[in-house]
């Protein structure tokens, strides 16, 4: 059986988390095994990276490479080893975040983060036997989950303490809702855009009609 990899995306307050729980459970309940993971995060490393990334002060460019960098270790040790194995990665985030929040909400220079996401996910420099697919490793599916800033942001409200993104005014998560709709329309295919304003359970009716177009859940 071929890995599958898919991610899961949206501004903060989206909604994604029980749903991204829910997925790995039906496809375990269907036989497959499955790796749920996160970025920044997955690994001893990259999960130290992410501790920096949401809590200490730096610059865009500087925050840019701490994200790659623990995509990168992220990469080689959790994701490539287990779609070489005929897993289902269900990530929690990948590099549609970057271009979202760095490029978008961060206003960091889109081109630049082409030739970084080129270096760091071409497969030909990843080692484990990652199946033959697109040159740049991406996501089978990407589930982006869209709403209004305005409600991600009332969902959010006393919630937890809120990190370095978090703590953001609405007009940065507007500017990342637009680097989300421009790297869908830049990849139609792979992206499902779900309504994440609706109730959980429909949302959740979009996620699994989302997986089942493409013949992965009966
Ligand atoms: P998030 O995924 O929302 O986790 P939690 O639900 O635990 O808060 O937090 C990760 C944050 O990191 C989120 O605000 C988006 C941000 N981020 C980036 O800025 N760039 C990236 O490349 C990634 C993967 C995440």
Not at 138 to 148: A, K, R, V
């Amino acid at each position: 059986m071929s890995g599958l990899f898919i991610s899961f995306e949206g501004i903060d307050g989206a909604g994604k988390s029980t749903h991204i729980a829910a997925l790995a459970q039906a496809f375990e309940a269907q036989g497959r095994a499955v790796t749920l993971t996160r970025e920044p995060g997955g690994t001893p490393l990259a999960e130290a990276l992410r501790a920096l990334v949401l809590h200490e002060a730096m610059d865009p460019l500087t925050e840019t490479l701490l994200v790659f960098a623990a995509r990168r270790d992220h990469i080689t040790r959790v994701i490539a080893p287990a779609l070489a194995q005929g897993r289902v990665v269900v990530c929690d985030r990948f590099s549609d975040a970057t271009f979202a929040y760095q490029g978008g909400g961060r206003d960091f220079d889109w081109d630049v983060l082409r030739v970084l996401e080129n270096w760091v996910q071409a497969r030909d420099q990843i080692a484990s036997a990652v199946e033959p697919g697109p040159d740049v490793l991406q996501p089978d599916l990407t589930l982006w989950f869209d709403l209004p800033a305005a409600v991600a942001a009332q969902r959010l409200v006393g919630a937890r303490v809120p990190d370095r993104f978090e703590a953001q005014p609405s007009g940065f998560f507007e500017k990342v809702s637009a680097g989300y709709a421009r790297r869908c329309a830049q990849s139609p295919s792979r992206f499902a855009r779900i309504e994440a304003h609706m109730s959980a359970e429909s949302v959740w009716q979009q996620v699994l009609a989302s997986v089942r177009a493409k013949g992965w859940l009966s």
